[in-house]
C-alpha cells in the first residue's frame, strides 16, 4: 500500500469533488442534528425514553453514515453518484445496528485484556462499514470476519497511515477548526481509497492462491 500516493490521489478528489462532498456530508449532519434535537425537546434528559431513542437515533445515523461512504466510494471509483445514494440503507437500521453492536462489544472484550489488543481488535474490524456498503446481502458476522481477513498484515500499515494525519489534525486546533473544511474530505477519501486498494491487493492475493 502506497500512503502517498493513496493521499496525493484523496488530493485531487478533494479539488474535483470538494462541493458534492459536502453536500452529502452536510445531509448527514443536518439530519444527526436534527435526530438529536428532537429529542432533546420532546423528552427529559437522562429518562428511560430518551436513552433509548438517543440510541435508536445512533443507529438511525449510522445508515446514513453506511450510505455516505457508498457515496464516496462511488466517487473514488469514477462511478456516477447522487446524494440519493446516502439513504439507501436507511430500511437496513437492524444489520447495521447488530454489526455496530458487534464490533463494540468485541473491542470492548479484547479491551478488558490491554489496551493493545483493544487496538488491535478495531484495526481489524475498521471495514465493516466499507463492507457493507460493498455489499449488504452478508449477515453481520460476515462483515467482521471479513474485515478482520481483509486488514490480515495491514493492522500496522493502517495504524501508521492514520497516525500520518495528525498534522493535519493539529492544524485543525492552530486554525480554531476552520482548517476541517478541506482535512474532512481530505482524510475521508484517503480512507476510503486506502479501502479499495486494500480490496483490490486481497482479491489478487485470492486468485494468485487458486
Same mark, same amino acid.
Given at each position: 500500500? =502506497? ?7 484523496? #488530493?485531487? &478528489? ?9 453536500? $452529502? ?20 434528559? $437522562?429518562?428511560? !425514553?430518551? =436513552? ?11 445508515? &446514513? ?7 464516496? &466510494? ?8 447522487? #446524494? ?6 436507511? $430500511? =437496513?437500521? &437492524? ?5 455496530? !453492536? ?23 474490524? @475498521? ?5 457493507? /456498503?460493498? =455489499? @449488504? ?9 471479513? @474485515? ?15 497516525? @500520518? ?12 477548526? !476552520? ?10 477519501? /484517503?480512507?476510503? !481509497? ?7 491487493? #486481497? ?8
Amino acid at each position: 500500500m =502506497n500512503r502517498i500516493e493513496i493521499k496525493e490521489k484523496a #488530493k485531487e &478528489l478533494v479539488k474535483e469533488n470538494f462541493k458534492d462532498f459536502w453536500k $452529502g456530508y452536510l445531509i448527514v449532519i443536518a439530519i444527526s442534528i436534527l435526530c438529536s434535537f428532537a429529542i432533546e425537546l420532546l423528552f427529559e434528559r $437522562g429518562s428511560i !425514553i430518551y =436513552n433509548c431513542l438517543t440510541l435508536v437515533a445512533s443507529f438511525f445515523t449510522s445508515t &446514513l453514515s453506511v450510505g455516505f461512504y457508498l457515496f464516496i &466510494l462511488k466517487m473514488v471509483r469514477g462511478k456516477d453518484y447522487v #446524494k440519493e445514494d446516502i439513504f439507501k440503507y436507511i $430500511g =437496513n437500521i &437492524l444489520p447495521i445496528a447488530a454489526i455496530s !453492536i458487534l464490533t463494540m462489544v468485541f473491542v470492548f472484550l479484547w479491551s478488558i485484556l490491554l489496551i493493545i489488543p483493544g487496538i488491535i481488535a478495531a484495526l481489524g474490524f @475498521s471495514m465493516v462499514l466499507y463492507i457493507y /456498503a460493498d =455489499n @449488504s446481502d452478508l449477515t453481520p458476522m460476515d462483515y467482521l470476519s471479513q @474485515s478482520k481477513e481483509m486488514m490480515q498484515g495491514y493492522k500496522w500499515d493502517y495504524f501508521v497511515f492514520m497516525l @500520518s494525519f495528525i498534522g493535519w489534525i493539529l492544524l485543525c486546533g492552530i486554525t480554531l477548526g !476552520i482548517a476541517l473544511i478541506w482535512v474532512v474530505p481530505y482524510v475521508s477519501f /484517503a480512507e476510503t !481509497i486506502y479501502y479499495d486498494e486494500l480490496k483490490k491487493v #486481497k482479491e489478487l492475493e485470492a486468485k494468485e492462491k487458486i
